[in-house]
């Protein structure tokens, strides 16, 4: 499969979930991004951009109703009807079946969220100035806005840099409560992201059993891409949901 599926959101019914593996030795090979690239502001041309998102469409859906955004490390979150380019938003929420919302990623993590009661579905970027800047509780608020009850939501962190190797600043640990810095691993301090978003779930009166974290680490796994590890040469994993529930 080119991509992975989250447990807890492919129970759903209706729901289909995922994020791509990079996928470097069965696609695009002689690129200058081998493998599944769904970054538009890399150094992969656009027809490549374009032709591994109709194939994730084809193993998905064939209906080309894909929704993606420029994803600008900010918290704007947006209700979304159509498929498209979005500018100036990290997130989206929306309520219509066949529309596949995607999120691009190569450290920064993804979550995907589900009410499969109210057929409400969301898409969050999160790196650390997102996830500061209150990206994902702008996310709750808006769904719960729109119907949705946050205590049914299933959740999906995706695969992120890890804390282990999430190396930051002092100006950046100050933007996160101190419980999520652990300054024990080296001469800077690490941000635990990965928990850090959790909380933001938990906060929300989401139950631990409905928040699916995946443990893998972006650097430290070869079968996802690394902004961290490969630079300019890194790709983008697309991690995405779409419903078919009326």
């Not at 499969?1 to 696609?27: C, E, F, Q, V, W």
């Not at 589900?114 to 209150?134: L, Q």
């Not at 119907?147 to 995706?158: F, H, P, R, V």
């Not at 999520?180 to 906060?203: C, M, V, Y």
Request: with cysteine.
């Amino acid at each position: 499969m080119i991509y992975h599926p989250p447990k807890l959101l492919n129970a759903l019914p209706g729901i289909s979930a995922g994020i791509t593996y990079a996928n470097r030795d069965s696609y695009n090979t002689s690129e200058s991004i081998r493998g599944l690239n769904f970054g538009e502001n890399t150094n992969s041309s656009m027809p490549v951009i374009k032709q591994n998102l109709d194939l994730l469409d084809h193993e998905i859906s064939d209906n080309g109703n894909i929704a993606l955004a420029d994803q600008i490390h900010g918290a704007c979150v947006s209700l979304v009807s159509e498929s498209g380019y979005y500018t100036g938003i990290d997130g989206f929420i929306t309520k219509r079946n066949e529309l596949l919302i995607g999120i691009k990623v190569a450290d920064c993590a993804a979550i995907l969220l589900a009410d499969a009661t109210t057929s409400i579905v969301a898409a969050v970027h999160a790196g650390w100035r997102g996830a500061a800047a209150g990206v994902l509780p702008n996310t709750l608020n808006l769904m719960k806005k729109e119907g949705a009850d946050l205590q049914e939501l299933m959740c999906y962190i995706s695969p992120c840099i890890s804390l282990k190797n999430f190396e930051i600043g002092e100006e950046v640990a100050e933007e996160f409560p101190t419980q999520f810095i652990d300054r024990s691993i080296g001469a800077k301090p690490h941000l635990d992201l990965k928990e850090f978003l959790a909380s933001q779930l938990r906060d929300a009166d989401i139950k631990n059993s409905n928040i699916e974290i995946d443990s893998r680490c972006t650097i430290d796994d070869y079968s996802f891409y690394s902004h961290r590890r490969e630079r300019d040469k890194a790709g983008r994993m697309l991690a995405f949901i779409t419903q078919t529930t009326n």
